[in-house]
């Protein structure tokens, strides 16, 4: 599998740090994990459509997360050549009501030539051939999922949370673990500082960890991170 950042940052507004996002290219499908503002157009950047994705994962519903879902949907139906292929959107608990939220807002974003296939995974397995996709609860909001995605390789997305013995179990031994780590020192309700998620990486024992979901604090940080730690940024990408 082949990962891309596509976003680091959160709800700030920031011309460095897009709304945390990622795309994972594995041998079948493409997959996009959170679509917050800005993520459409960090894909058009980095060379792909939104006719590209196959499966978008919500990680959770807050506006950093989901905002451009509406976007993403919109262009499915009015894009230069319309969608065919089929979308699977995943979510936890709630996504049909979230959905069904937004297409009240935002008729247009109906699916016109191509099938949505909605799942709602809060806790579980979703096979699609040799692809596994494994979700648990974590302590953010009540939606809020870790999802761990294995091919060959795996990795596994931590989403927003805060310290989550689920995400431990979850993230045991993955190969690549990217976690969202809010501040670095600053312990903020439902989300990560550096020595909370040092625990977290101590019990599930990652080969590596990109922390992302940074807010500005980290601009000033003046430690230095080792092994098996990485300061993500947008663009980057690694295979898996
Ligand atoms: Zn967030
Ligand atoms: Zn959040």
């Keep these: 599998m082949r990962l891309k950042i596509l976003g680091t940052g959160t709800c700030i507004p920031s011309l460095q740090r897009c709304s945390s996002s990622y795309l994972l290219l ?38 950093d997360h989901t905002a451009d879902l509406s976007t993403f949907l919109f262009a499915c139906n ?38 949505l296939i909605l799942k709602s995974i809060p806790k579980g397995k979703l096979k699609l051939e040799n692809l596994l996709i494994e979700t648990c609860r974590v302590n953010h909001n009540r939606e809020s999922i870790g999802i761990r995605i294995e091919e060959n390789g795996n990795i596994t997305f931590t989403g927003d949370t805060d310290y989550s013995r689920n995400l431990v179990r979850l993230a045991q031994g993955t190969d690549l673990l990217i976690s969202e780590c809010a501040f670095p020192e600053r312990k903020v309700k439902g989300h990560l500082n550096l ?9 599930a024992q990652p080969e590596k960890v990109i922390i992302s979901h940074l807010y500005l604090e980290w601009e000033d940080f003046k430690g230095v991170l080792y092994t098996p730690y990485l300061i993500g940024e947008d663009g980057m990408e690694m295979d898996i």
């Design 26 to 63: 594995t041998e079948k499908y493409k997959i996009l994990v959170d679509v917050g503002p800005s993520v459409v157009r960090r894909l058009v950047e980095f060379g792909y459509t939104t006719n590209d994705i196959d499966i978008i994962i919500l990680t959770h519903f807050h506006v």
């Design 78 to 115: 009015y894009d230069v050549e319309p969608r065919v292929k089929t979308l699977i959107l995943i979510g936890g608990q709630g996504i049909y009501k979230f959905y069904k939220g937004l297409l009240n807002i935002y008729p247009w974003m109906l699916p016109k030539s191509y099938r």
């Design 195 to 203: 020595s909370v998620l040092r625990r977290m990486v101590s019990e």
